[in-house]
């Protein structure tokens, strides 16, 4: 399926690059886009009411980007809640929301792969839930799990945000792990 997927929506890709710390979706804007990230590391996240940074997830080589939900916002005008931000150099393939809806509407292939992606991120979204509710640690071996490796490209603060920890508690476990 991801084959076919691929071949039909190819004519609408159109190669990007970006630099660490561009955004690739801003807060406020209606999302547009959904890319497809060659390589390089990009981070979802929102800013609480208070002023807090949260980060939801990281998308990495070979993944879509995007906030699935700020794209269904925007078919009615409405602005983005999420931002997604490069956390390192990106390359890969930008597709306008709008066309890649409007291909999913004509092709029942690409509407089951479509399908198929929402019920995985659902079901990845609630195991990020249930993960949350472990103690930090517990939550920090699960994000070495999830993401093997990625660790060494972000910095610490950008994991603790993705931990709900402060940066300060994240280095109270990393000297933890490294008495262990």
Wanted: avoid cysteine; glycine fraction near 6%.
């Amino acid at each position: 399926m991801y084959d076919e997927a691929s071949r039909l929506l190819a004519p609408l890709a159109t190669p990007f690059s970006l630099r660490k710390g561009e955004y690739l979706q801003r807060i406020g804007v209606p999302a547009q886009y959904v890319h497809w990230l060659h390589s390089g590391v990009a981070r979802t996240g929102f800013i609480t009411e208070t002023g807090n940074e949260v980060t939801l997830h990281f998308q990495t080589d070979g993944e879509p980007v995007a906030a699935h939900d700020d794209l269904l916002r925007a078919r009615d005008a409405q602005p983005a809640m999420n931002f997604v931000v490069a956390e390192t150099a990106l390359h890969g393939y930008r597709l306008d929301w709008a066309e890649v809806s409007a291909a999913y509407q004509q092709n029942s292939h690409l509407r089951d792969y479509y399908l198929a992606a929402a019920q995985n991120s659902i079901m990845e979204q609630s195991r990020r839930l249930y993960l949350n509710a472990s103690p930090a640690q517990g939550r920090l071996n699960a994000f070495r799990r999830e993401y093997p490796g990625l660790e060494q490209r972000i910095s610490q603060k950008v994991v603790a945000s993705f931990l709900g920890i402060t940066p300060q508690y994240m280095s109270q476990l990393l000297r933890q792990d490294g008495s262990k």
